[in-house]
């Protein structure tokens, strides 16, 4: 899936599943259709299928950021 094709898919305030790629201090990333946004302050164990909100979108960075959902 391209960035495009994730724009058009998903909006802010939709709840997508992903899984857990990385633990950092601040939270948890989560890959969702092959892009990675970070859950702040969430913490799951790597590998972890997890249902997440989507906060914000920074189309320009390709980057989006999540809550719990």
Request: glycine fraction near 8%; charge should be negative; charged fraction near 20%.
């Amino acid at each position: 899936m391209s960035w495009q094709d994730f724009l058009v898919r998903h909006k802010i305030g939709d709840v997508i599943e992903g899984v857990v790629t990385q633990q950092v201090p601040f939270g948890s990333f989560v890959e969702s259709d092959g892009f990675t946004g970070l859950a702040y302050q969430q913490t799951w164990p790597v590998g972890t299928r997890v249902s997440v909100r989507i906060l914000a979108i920074d189309a320009e960075k390709q980057r989006f950021s999540l809550a719990s959902a």
